[in-house]
Nanobody, 127 residues
Framework: QVQLVESGGGLVQAGGSLRLSCAAS????????MGWFRQAPGKERELAAA????????YYADSVKGRFTISRDNGKNTMYLQANSLKSEDTAVYYC????????????????????WGQGTQVTVSS
């Protein structure tokens, strides 16, 4: 079992920045690929960014590429999402998720294939 707790959400003006954190407890953190998903009201949950267990490979949705940076510190069992140049369309509940790493370097983008989820943190960007 892996327990995930997000923090760092809040209200920010358009153009501003936030740093989200996801603290994990349980088994070896580096054994899990991690993702940041987000869900806006009335929309499906979508993958914003993901990172392999080693941290060597990352994925970004086109909508956040160049503005968001995903990273992890396996020594601290924590994953981060640095979100810069925020836009109103970034407003959503952000969830961190984990799944056992495949070891192939391929990052799964489907929410259905992630096994563990945090409770979510609200990010609201005012225009």
């Amino acid at each position: 079992q892996v327990q995930l707790v997000e923090s760092g959400g809040g209200l920010v003006q358009a153009g501003g920045s936030l740093r989200l954190s996801c603290a994990a407890s349980g088994r070896t953190f580096s054994s899990y690929d991690m993702g940041w998903f987000r869900q806006a009201p009335g929309k499906e949950r979508e993958l914003a960014a993901a990172i392999t267990g080693s941290g060597r490979t990352t994925y970004y949705a086109d909508s956040v590429k160049g503005r968001f940076t995903i990273s992890r510190d396996n020594g601290k069992n924590t994953m981060y999402l640095q979100a810069n140049s925020l836009k109103s369309e970034d407003t959503a509940v952000y969830y961190c998720a984990a799944r056992p790493t495949s070891g192939s370097g391929y990052l799964t983008r489907s929410a259905r294939l992630y096994d563990y989820w945090g409770q979510g943190t609200q990010v609201t960007v005012s225009s």
